[in-house]
């Protein structure tokens, strides 16, 4: 009922050579792949090389960021109809790395989901607690504080949720299946707050050190939908094992 959806977060890696190559050899190693969605998210100068690379291939290609207004003087942002124009089909919004060294309120997250929605763009929305959280048992609380926040006025369609313990991101310690899925059964359970029997169909992905090695343990889990890959995801052939997960 949920589509297994492998996205990958590039975050500030790759020239636009290095985008080509990679697609050159992505692509002809998934295509046979129709069951599993793919969402590739470049930086930004990769979009327009990355989406007409993947035009006629069903991987879609997202930006890592984009701003809430529409147009004007906001030096260095780029907004959603830039990201349209770009080719891009979706964004990453709220990624901790956003949050956390960039200063990101769950208050400006809103204004971006609803900017990205608004056009139409596929949103992967990340949550996820830091470490001193967890270890103060506040996991659940920070959980709720973003979804509420974060969701606050925003219909369900086009959303796609990405639970990012802070402390699994480019640490190499990934989230035991077990602590992933209890994260993922309690954020599907806060979305059924707020969207009822909907809530069944909305993709929740697992972030955090995914790698060929452990992600099918985790998509194992039956809240589990996917995964959004950093790291992993820079290299054709292991970002490509990880979409032939299920193989
Ligand atoms: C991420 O950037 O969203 C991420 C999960 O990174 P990594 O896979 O490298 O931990």
């Known amino acids: 009922m949920r589509t297994p959806l492998i996205a990958a ?43 007409e690379k993947t035009r006629s291939s069903s991987v879609k290609i997202a930006a890592q960021n984009a701003y809430f207004e529409e147009k004007g003087a906001f030096t260095g942002e780029i907004s959603a109809a830039m990201l349209i124009d770009a080719g891009c089909e979706a964004v990453i919004l709220g990624h901790s790395e956003r949050r956390h060294i960039l200063k990101e309120t769950d208050e400006v997250i809103n204004k971006k989901i609803k900017a990205a929605l608004a056009h139409g763009l596929e949103v992967l ?3 996820g607690e830091l470490l001193a959280e967890r270890e103060a048992g506040k996991t659940n609380d920070v959980l709720r504080t973003q979804i509420t926040a974060g969701l606050a006025g925003i219909p ?39 969207y009822g029997d909907t809530a069944q169909t909305i993709r929740i992905l697992y972030g955090g050190s995914v790698t060929p090695e452990n992600v099918k343990g985790l998509m194992a889990c039956p809240d589990i939908d996917g995964a959004l890959v950093g790291g992993a995801s820079l290299k054709p052939d292991s970002f490509a094992q990880l979409v032939r997960f299920n193989r």
């Open 125 to 127: 929305f990340c949550i």
């Open 9 to 51: 977060n590039w975050k500030m890696n790759k020239t636009i050579a290095e985008t080509a190559a990679f697609f050159d050899a992505f692509l002809p190693v998934v295509r046979d792949v129709t069951d599993v969605d793919i969402i590739i998210a470049p930086p930004f100068t990769s979009l327009a090389t990355a989406a």
């Open 156 to 194: 369900s369609e086009g959303i796609v949720v990405a639970y990012e313990p802070v402390w699994a991101i480019g640490t190499g310690k990934t989230a035991t299946p077990e602590i992933a899925q209890e994260a993922h059964d309690f954020i599907r359970s806060l979305l059924a707050e707020k």
